[in-house]
């Protein structure tokens, strides 16, 4: 079945990065975007940006360029977000979500990852 | 960027009950509108595509319409496992852009 698997909960002090992973599994990579939102603790969700896992390209929200970078790595069907230079503010679970249609940009996302809490402590 | 306001921001009905949530896109956003559903510690999850579009294995008692700038979502008769919190999302534009959510109570 299609799934993504994230990977573990961080623990970052302010003006460290942080990375998360997203690995696919039961589908074509390369055949679908992949999406990074996220969540501040009680708020809504907020969109980063996403990545083509074919070619590498990505676009990221205004809000994130400068200190977001998303990558992936095809021989492991994995994706990754690095933000840098966090802040109190970064805390939040960070989620990636595919596009459920092939070869689109946009759509709904299904499926999601299950998140990863990044907390930010002095 | 697109701004998404939805409403109400929460709400309190009792089972059987229908209801409906509303969504509004600051500019002309075509039928590029996504429903999803978040319960409590749980990623969300993709109710209705494309402003009307049910998603494959949900539930026919989800149901969305709208285009242009007005949407809406509605549970016709609403069950126990329905409780969450419901976003609506637009990706006619970057950024993407959310709702703010309506949490969905049993009265």
């Known amino acids: 079945q299609v799934q993504l698997v994230q990977s573990g909960a961080e623990v970052k002090k302010p003006g460290a990065s942080v990375q998360v992973s997203c690995k696919a599994s039961g589908y074509t990579f390369t055949a679908y975007y992949m999406h990074w939102v996220r969540q501040a603790p009680g708020q809504g969700l907020e969109w980063m940006g996403w990545i083509n896992p074919k070619s590498g390209g990505t676009n990221y929200a205004q809000k994130f360029k400068g200190r977001v970078t998303m990558t992936r790595d095809t021989s492991i069907t994995t994706v990754y977000m690095e933000l840098s230079r966090l802040r109190s503010a970064d805390a939040a679970m960070y989620y990636c979500?595919?596009?459920?249609?092939?070869?689109?940009?946009?759509?709904?996302?299904?499926?999601w990852g299950q998140g990863t809490l990044v907390t930010i402590s002095s | 960027d697109i701004q998404m306001t939805q409403s109400p921001s929460s709400l309190s009905a009792s089972v059987g009950d229908r209801v409906t949530i509303t969504c509004q896109a600051s500019?002309?956003?075509?039928?590029?509108l996504n429903w999803y559903q978040q319960k409590p510690g749980k990623a969300p999850k993709l109710l209705i595509y494309?402003?009307?579009n049910l998603e494959t294995g949900v539930p026919s008692r989800f149901s969305g319409s709208g285009s242009g700038t007005d949407f809406t979502f509605t549970i016709s008769s609403l069950q126990p496992e329905d409780i969450a919190t419901y976003y609506c999302q637009q990706y006619d534009n970057v950024p993407l852009t959310f709702g703010g959510g309506t949490k969905v109570e049993i009265k």
């Open positions: 979500a595919r596009v459920y249609s092939a070869s689109v940009v946009g759509g709904g996302f299904d499926p």
């Open positions: 500019q002309d956003i075509s039928k590029y």
């Open positions: 494309d402003a009307s």
